[in-house]
C-alpha cells in the first residue's frame, strides 16, 4: 500500500514537469542512481505512521500539482524493497530513499527522493537536523521540502 503512496507522490510531482523534464536540471540529473556509502539495515519498526513529506531537488511545488497540507493520515508502516533506509531512531522517525532511473534517447538520467516518516505524536525537534545529517552522510544534494501533511 505504502509503495502505491510512493507512485502516486511522484507521479504528482513529476507531472507538471513533464513538458520539459529532459532540459529541467533541477528535476532530473544525469546518469544512473547513485550508490549510497551509508544504507541501514532494514528498519524494525511495529506500529502506524505518517507519511509526511519528501525532499527532492524541486525547489518549489508547481501550481496545480495537487499537493495540499492536510492532516496526515496514520497507516501500518511497511517498507518497501525499492526503498533504502537511510535516517533512524527506530522509535519515532524514518528516512528512505529512492532512486527512479529514466532512459531517453539522449541518455540515461535519474530522479531521486528521500521520503520522510513520523510516528503519529511527531517527531522530536531535533529530527530535521538528523534528517539533515542522514542525506549529508550519503552524500544526497536533496536540498528542499515539499511537506505532504502536517502531524
Known amino acids: 500500500m505504502l509503495q502505491l503512496s ?3 507522490v511522484y507521479c504528482v510531482l513529476l507531472a507538471p514537469y ?3 523534464a529532459q532540459s529541467e536540471s533541477e528535476l532530473l540529473k544525469l546518469g ?3 550508490k549510497l556509502p551509508h544504507p541501514l539495515p532494514k528498519p524494525s519498526f511495529k506500529e502506524k505512521i505518517s507519511f509526511v513529506g519528501v525532499f527532492t531537488d ?3 511545488i508547481p501550481p496545480g500539482s495537487g499537493v495540499n497540507t492536510t492532516v496526515c493520515e496514520r497507516k501500518d508502516f511497511q517498507n518497501s524493497k525499492d526503498l533504502t533506509l537511510i535516517g533512524t531512531d527506530n522509535k519515532t ?3 528512505l530513499y529512492s532512486c527512479i532511473e529514466i ?4 541518455g540515461r538520467t535519474h530522479f531521486e527522493a528521500a521520503t520522510a516518516f513520523v ?5 522530536d525537534p ?3 537536523k538528523r534528517f539533515r545529517e542522514a542525506l549529508d552522510k550519503n552524500r544526497l544534494s536533496l536540498k528542499y521540502w515539499v511537506n505532504l501533511c502536517n502531524v
Open 126 to 128: 531535533g529530527t530535521d
Open 6 to 8: 510512493y507512485v502516486l
Open 18 to 20: 513533464n513538458a520539459y
Open 119 to 123: 510516528v503519529p505524536k511527531g517527531p
Open 58 to 60: 524541486i525547489k518549489s
Open 32 to 34: 544512473p542512481c547513485p
Open 103 to 106: 532512459n531517453f534517447l539522449l
Open 93 to 95: 522517525y524514518y528516512l
